[in-house]
């Protein structure tokens, strides 16, 4: 069993080669151990209006996990919100959920991004007509270039902080999807192209790999996509935690319309490669031999065959005179008497009982 999944591991793995950078819209992709904890960095300044803050995330390549950076995006179109991506255990394995556009803010995890998503919804602003209002309590953004702004305190009920960044498995976060949440996720809009484009630059960039920045990327957050260096992009100030490095990193790829069925979030059903168990064909419980079959079986030597109701050729009838079934019980009789020797009863005269 376990070389047949470190087969399906390779193989997938090389298929992983061929879509490295494209499982924000294309590919979903699983992986055998946790991505790091997410690091700390500070937001960079909003480039304009319009703009929607978008979280960095560790993503996986065949070269392991690395980050792709944070950075401000336009929408696709305005009304539309940024439900970011996640990874999830199930199966044994960590599964990868791309994020998404909607009119209104999915299922992410639980995960505490930061700068607007605390783990569920969206605090960092909303649409009015085609106008985008900027929270200034969790948004970088400056009056001189942005006028639609508000002020607004996030409270955070979550009693313990950390930066863990996946949801499930050993120390996850354990928070489950709501109703509307699930509702949201079947509205979903895939990335925009400059979206993926700046994944794919990510995915390029060997000091992005966490085995090389130890969790803590040089280039954390950008103020646009795809742009990796310059005025205003951000470095990590430090690792969520300290990073371990794993011994093995199989990993596989599965189609978008194959997420596993049991992690939480939007699922429609489970990665065709998957084992999936078919149950054994059911064998009939062994009847009973008839009276006939039971008449005719083989039986050993000097073995008694076993007592049976009501067959008067094969059971020993009672020590009683054959009578009809309904008379009487007869009453018993005088012991009969032995005459003493010498003494012979007189003959018997046929003519005394010859009618005259």
Not at 203 to 208: A, D, K, Q, R, V
Not at 222 to 227: L, S
Not at 274 to 302: H, I
Request: glycine fraction near 10%.
């Amino acid at each position: 069993m376990h070389i047949m999944r470190s087969i399906r591991c390779l193989i997938f793995a090389l298929v992983m080669i061929a879509v490295s950078g494209a499982s924000l819209a294309q590919v979903l992709v699983s992986v055998n151990f946790g991505p790091p904890a997410l690091p700390v960095y500070e937001q960079p300044l909003c480039p304009g209006e319009g703009y929607i803050w978008l979280p960095g995330y560790w993503a996986w390549s065949p070269g392991g996990y690395y980050w792709v950076p944070g950075t401000w995006a336009l929408a696709p179109e305005p009304g539309l919100l940024w439900t970011p991506g996640y990874w999830a255990f199930a199966d044994d394995f960590y599964y990868w959920h791309p994020g998404y556009w909607g009119t209104v803010v999915g299922f992410y995890g639980g995960i505490p991004y930061g700068y607007g998503y605390p783990g569920a919804g969206y605090y960092g602003g909303y649409w009015r007509g085609r106008q985008f209002f900027y929270n200034r309590t969790v948004n970088n953004v400056s009056v001189t270039n942005i006028r639609n702004v508000y002020s607004q305190t996030v409270v955070n009920n979550v009693t313990t902080v950390n930066r863990v960044s996946y949801n499930g498995g050993p120390g996850g976060i354990t928070a489950r999807p709501t109703f509307g949440e699930q509702a949201a996720a079947r509205q979903q809009r895939p990335p925009t192209a400059e979206q993926v484009q700046h994944e794919r630059a990510a995915s390029t960039n060997h000091e992005l790999l966490a085995s090389v920045n130890q969790g803590r990327p040089p280039v954390a957050a950008t103020p646009k996509p795809a742009e990796f260096s310059g005025r205003g992009v951000v470095g990590a100030r430090q690792a969520g935690a300290p990073y371990k490095a794993p011994s093995t990193a199989p990993s596989r790829a599965v189609s978008p319309t194959s997420r596993p069925e049991g992690g939480p979030g939007n699922q429609p059903s489970r990665p065709e490669i998957e084992t999936r168990r078919v149950p054994a064909p059911r064998s009939e419980a062994p009847r009973p031999p008839s009276a006939y079959q039971r008449e005719n079986l083989p039986r050993p030597e000097n073995v008694p065959p076993p007592t049976r109701e009501a067959h008067p050729q094969n059971l020993p009838h009672p020590q009683r005179e054959a009578r009809p079934e309904n008379a009487p019980p007869r009453e018993p009789g005088p012991p009969h008497r032995q005459n003493p020797p010498g003494k012979e009863p007189p003959p018997h005269n046929q003519d005394e009982e010859r009618p005259r």
